[in-house]
């Protein structure tokens, strides 16, 4: 059999290269468009919420309360079983590298801040992406599938209002409180590992805590969970209007709220780490 | 019949122009609707009769031409102008659009809660007066997914009604119902015109309702209106394509051959 000459196959490779850089440049401006929606539901949302009433388009406080309540204290449970292994993880962790050179004792601040800087806003930011992000992406999905968002319009109620801008509001007022509970879930959990093993009283772990973990570590884990909780909602938000097709529409959406959620946190808290310690 | 032949024009679309993409979807539509008219669209499948509805409910944007309702050109009202307009229509859509985490009662009430200070008490007495209207009195603590598909559809109307809109869309309003519900549905926008002389515009596919409710049929082909008259009129249309509609017939276009085996091979 013949080989095929290289004439005849150079259509076919150009063609291929063609349909590539088609691809990359549809995948392209589909990011754009993301990030641009992304920023206009953003816009918009902080819009309707300091000039709703005079529009009379008001973000009423018992939907963020539902919100509230969903986001917040329904996660509770979730985040302190979370906090708790953290507390104890790091402790254990803490004490084996540390105890090599003798100093064990320094544990309970290394846990402090590492908890109060990181791991309580990042794995609090983490599960209520999972939770709450997919459950909000899922919903605005559905309700597009389904018209409801359009049966929102016609009613003369702006849906950004109504879905996004309450969820937005709760996750900025839940999710710094979320994470000061896991902060001191994860403390406290700490404090029941580490005072036995090393040796010394609760009282002396708590002046410990006290003395390595200052107002600016706090300020700083607390800061970036704002940041976070912008991300989580839009992220989510912008998924769930950009569904397409049907109930398997809204499981890829779902899906994809949790990644780029997720991935978003931890990008940003990169972002946001290097900027507070390099500049 | 109703609808005063002399009254004023409520729903007013002049050479409206939509493309989705490259391909066009309404063709210079042109369509004139008075106050207290029932108005069915019909057409066949793409026909453009959806769009035609999305567009008089301001959920699309028109390529050009111009849409007034109530004497407002809603393709040039700005963002919260709209918002008010909607106040003014009512909306029943096909699946009934109710918010699957509220309740009829308070899917009912929303408009009310969201755009009135009215007490609760008074928005309660006012969903259940329109239940009663839908005849679904005493269903305002069920949920939605409670409901069967005749009963979506009622409580969606009751909605749609409940701030007593001069214009009602109603999209497929009987699609799908057995033929004693679809004949009640029917039966229940007669009235709610009659009782509250509102302005009615029905997309529908099913011959029987239309003729039962309009008082003039527009027929839509192919994103252009092929005819706007009352129902005897458009029944002895001797147009070859309406006559196909009414009598169901399908048409298939024979394909170029060369054409068909391009689009089979993926050519096209």
Known sequence: MA????????????????????????????????????????????????LGRRLRQIVRAQHVAAEMMDIGVLAIPIISVVSIAIGFTLSMQGIQGLEQFGAQHQVIGGVALGVTREFGPLITAIIVAGRSGSSLAARIGAMTISQEVDALKVMGINPVRFLVAPSLVAMLIVLPTLTLWSIAISLLASALYVT?????TLGAFVTEVNASITTDDLAHGLTKTLIFAVLITIVAASKGTSVEGGAEGVGRVTRDSVVGGISAVIISDLLFVYAMTRF | MSGDPNGEY????????????????????????????????????????????????????ATSGSIKLLGSDVTQLNEIELYAMCRKIGVSFQGGALLSSLTVGENITLPLREHTDLDQTVMDIMARMKLEVVNLAGFENLMPSELSGGMLKRAALARAIITDPALLFCDEPSAGLDPVVSSALDELILRLRDA?????????????????????????????????????????????????????????????????????????
């Open chain 1, 196 to 200: 036995p093993v090393i040796g010394t």
């Open chain 2, 10 to 61: 409520v729903i007013e679309v002049e050479n409206l122009v939509t493309h989705y993409g490259d391909r066009q979807i309404l063709k210079n539509v042109n369509l004139r609707i008075r106050r207290g008219e029932i108005m069915v669209i019909m057409g066949g499948s793409g026909s453009g009769k959806t769009t035609l509805l999305r567009h008089l409910m301001a959920l699309e944007k």
């Open chain 2, 196 to 268: 509250m002389d509102m302005t009615i515009v029905v997309v529908t596919h099913e011959l029987d309702s239309a003729f039962r409710i309009a008082d003039r049929i527009t027929v839509l082909d192919q994103g252009a209106i092929l005819t706007v008259g009352t129902v005897e009129e458009v029944k002895n249309s001797d147009n070859e394509r309406i006559q196909n509609l009414l009598n169901r017939k399908f048409e298939v276009e024979e394909p170029d051959p060369e054409e068909y085996l391009a689009r089979l091979m993926g050519h096209t």
């Open chain 1, 3 to 50: 080989a095929p000459s290289s004439s005849s196959n150079s259509p076919n490779l150009a063609s291929r290269a063609l349909e590539r850089l088609d691809a990359l440049g549809r995948s392209t401006t589909d990011r754009i468009a993301f990030f641009g929606l992304g920023a206009s539901l953003f816009v918009e949302s902080v819009r309707w919420i300091f």
